[in-house]
């Protein structure tokens, strides 16, 4: 646990825990600090605290001092050195041609840095802008670019909603808000209507939307059946932040649209999907037993649930077992029958000696050499004819020698 005190620099910023250097605080008091960028005046927020250790962000930086009256004077006076800075720099800006747009001025309050705040479409080369700035301020020069939703926080405003905007009195971070939460909400998907000064969806979207998830969760959908106190009907319509439904009942032969609050009605078999509580405590219990079994079946193999193993009794209360009837002898086999002697297989007439071989035929193919390759393809056709021919004579031979 830690000393801590929570102070603000900017309305409608971030809280940073500091030291409180044994100083007694108190809520609105003004104190000088030691931040990352500076000497800095800030309000405490709150009184000393102790915040847990790990909730803290080290390394604390101490309280310096209590702001005096001429702290509070100096600060007076760079407020308005600020003003006429701003001035000075639509000036320049306009001088040197470039495409950006001054949002704010920040002096530091031991006047070390100017801050300038800007936004543009794209990057912007400000080189010649800082050193045209720094000949007249004669200190240090900083420009930052910032989005759209920082420029509507430093200018504040009007909202739709005919209040100041969020971002200017309270809301110290910006949320993400997506387009989403607008269908969820059953709002306009105009974004004339869904955007803020900063032509960015408003960051009022998002305080809703936390019901709105958990109510639909429990919520039936149109077109549902569902029992009423008058009995069955069909949704037409739903309202979540009143939480009641528009159905739709049969009346005779005419039907009419009656609202009912959800509590009030409800889904077909609903009664019976509800567990009762043996049921619920019987539920634990299996589960309980699963998970014991998931444990130990990396040891042991699961049994097959077909087959149902019984547990035996122990070995004095087992039944005894009913005698084996007795097996009378085997019948004697007979002697196996006596095979005759095997045939002799006659001798193999010796086969003839075949012939010479006729010679093949030659075929004349052409000299001419620079023929196509086409020509010669019918050559070897021929060729190949002849001594498909020549085989099936000498087959033909050799059947009739066997013959005879």
Not at 304 to 324: D, F, I, S, V, Y
Request: charged share 35%; proline share 9%; hydrophobic share 30%.
């Amino acid at each position: 646990m830690a000393m801590v005190i929570r102070v603000r620099f900017k309305r409608a910023a971030k809280l940073y825990d500091f030291d409180p250097n044994g100083l007694e605080l108190h809520n609105g008091m003004s104190v000088v600090t030691e931040t990352a960028r500076g000497v800095e005046l800030g309000e405490c927020m709150s009184g000393v605290m102790d915040v847990p250790d790990e909730r803290l962000v080290l390394p604390l930086k101490p309280i310096l001092r209590i702001a005096t009256e001429q702290d509070l004077a100096m600060q007076k006076r760079n407020e308005q050195a600020e003003k006429e800075a701003f001035d000075i720099a639509i000036d320049r800006i306009a001088e040197h041609k470039l495409e950006m747009k001054l949002v704010d001025v920040e002096y530091a309050f031991d006047r070390s840095k100017i801050i300038f705040y800007f936004t543009a479409n794209g990057r912007v080369d400000f080189r010649m802008l800082v050193k045209s700035l720094a000949s007249i301020f004669k200190t240090r020069i900083e420009l930052r670019q910032i989005g759209v939703r920082d420029e509507a926080k430093m200018l504040g405003g009007i909202g739709p909603c005919g209040r100041p905007i969020c971002c200017r009195t309270f809301l110290s971070d910006f949320t993400p808000v997506s387009i989403k939460m607008a269908k969820e909400q059953n709002l306009s998907l105009n974004p004339t209507k869904i955007s803020g000064l900063c032509d960015r969806l408003m960051c009022c979207l998002k305080y809703e939307q936390d019901h709105y998830e958990q109510t639909r969760k429990r919520m039936p959908r149109v077109g549902r059946e569902i029992i009423t106190p008058d009995g069955s009907g069909v949704i037409n319509a739903i309202n979540v932040l009143e939480e009641t439904v528009r159905v739709r009942i049969a009346v005779g032969d005419s039907f009419e649209l009656r609202e009912y609050k959800i509590d009030d009605c409800q889904r077909p078999g609903q009664d019976e999907r509800k567990p009762r509580p043996e049921e619920d405590a019987t539920a634990e219990d299996a589960q309980q037993a699963a998970e014991n079994a998931e444990g130990g079946a990396a040891e042991t193999a699961e049994p097959n649930p077909l087959k149902k193993q019984e547990q035996r009794p122990p070995r004095g209360e087992r039944p005894e077992r009913a005698p084996r009837p007795e097996r009378g002898p085997k019948p004697e086999r007979g002697p196996k029958p006596e095979r005759g002697p095997r045939p002799e297989r006659g001798e193999r007439p010796p086969r003839p000696e075949r012939g010479p071989r006729p010679p093949k035929k030659q075929t004349d193919r052409p000299q001419d050499k620079e023929a196509p390759v086409k020509a010669e393809q019918p050559v070897i056709e021929e060729q190949k004819a002849v001594e498909a021919i020549d085989v099936l004579e000498i087959r033909e031979d050799a059947k009739k020698e066997d013959l005879f």
